[in-house]
C-alpha cells in the first residue's frame, strides 16, 4: 500500500480578538487610547483608519465588548438593521469598514440616531472618510468634524510580535528563529504578515511538519511577493522596549 500524503485542508481560522491579544506599538498607540478613552469622545463618532490587517477589526471588537455597542460590517448595513436602534438600545454602534457602506443615507440616518441619544458610532475603513464617495453634503459634513485615529505600517518589533500572533491564532508550533528571519525579509505591512504566515501554514500542514527555518527557506519562492531582503532598521529597533509595547492600554 502507497503512503498517503497529508492534504493541506482550508480550515476555518478564528483570530484571537480579545484585548489582552492586541498588540500595542507607536504605530497603533493613538488608536488604541482613542478606545481607552472611550466614553469621553468630542463627538459621536471616530473614524479608526489604517491598511488591511493592521488590526482595526480587532480594536472594533474591543470596543464593541466595552461599550456593549453592536457591531456591523460596512457593505452588508441595511435599514432593516437599524430597527432596534431606533427602538432604543443599544447606544453604542461599530461600523466595520465603513466605506463599504452601499447606501449612504443608512450612515447617516445611523449617526442621527445616536447622536440624539448621545451614544457614539465607531467606523473602521482603509482610508479617511474624505476620501469616501460621499454624495450627501450632510454626512461628509459629520464625519469631517470627527476624530480620526491612524493605524500606520508597523516597525519591525510589531511586525515580530504580529508574524507571531498569526501563527499562534492558526496554531501553528514554530521554531525559535524562524520569526526573525522572516521578519527580516518580509515587506513591513500588516498584510504582509498575514499572507506569509497563511503560506507557511499550507507548506507546514503539506509535509507534516512543524515549522523550521528549512522549511520557511523551501517556501521563499512562493512567498516572492510578501519577501525581500532589507537592512535592519536601527531607528525602529531604538524604540520603546517591545514586551512594553505589547501591553493593553487600560483605562
Known amino acids: 500500500m502507497s503512503e498517503l500524503r497529508q492534504l493541506p485542508l482550508p480550515l476555518a481560522r478564528r483570530p484571537a480578538l480579545a484585548a489582552d491579544d492586541f498588540l500595542i506599538a ?17 463627538a459621536p463618532a471616530l473614524t ?9 477589526t480587532h480594536l472594533a471588537r474591543i470596543f464593541a465588548d466595552r461599550a456593549g ?3 456591523f460590517d460596512g457593505a452588508r448595513l441595511a435599514m432593516a438593521a437599524l430597527s ?4 432604543g438600545a443599544p447606544a453604542a454602534v461599530v461600523v466595520d469598514d465603513a466605506d463599504r457602506v452601499p447606501d449612504w443615507p443608512i450612515l447617516l440616518h445611523l449617526y442621527n440616531i445616536l447622536a440624539a441619544r448621545e451614544g457614539h458610532l465607531l467606523l473602521t475603513a482603509r482610508r479617511a472618510p474624505s476620501r469616501w464617495p460621499i454624495a450627501l453634503a450632510d454626512l461628509r459634513s459629520r464625519l469631517a468634524a470627527a476624530p480620526i485615529a491612524a493605524i500606520t505600517p508597523p516597525d519591525d518589533d510589531l ?30 505591512s500588516f498584510a504582509a504578515a498575514q499572507a506569509v504566515a497563511a503560506v507557511i501554514d499550507r507548506h507546514a500542514l503539506a509535509a507534516g511538519r512543524r515549522v523550521t ?8 519562492p512562493e512567498l516572492a511577493g510578501a519577501t525581500h531582503d532589507r537592512a535592519p532598521d536601527e531607528s525602529a529597533r531604538s524604540g520603546p522596549n517591545p514586551q512594553e509595547d505589547t501591553r493593553w492600554i487600560s483605562d
Open 26 to 42: 507607536d504605530s497603533n498607540r493613538a488608536a488604541a487610547a482613542w478606545i481607552g478613552r472611550w466614553p469621553d469622545w468630542p
Open 48 to 56: 479608526i483608519i489604517g491598511p488591511e490587517g493592521a488590526g482595526k
Open 213 to 220: 527555518l528549512p522549511l520557511v527557506r523551501a517556501a521563499l
Open 69 to 71: 455597542a453592536a457591531f
Open 84 to 87: 432596534p436602534l431606533i427602538e
Open 159 to 188: 511586525l515580530s510580535a504580529v508574524l507571531a500572533k498569526h501563527f499562534s491564532d492558526r496554531g501553528i508550533p514554530v521554531e525559535p528563529g524562524v520569526v526573525a528571519f522572516l521578519a527580516a525579509r518580509i515587506e513591513r
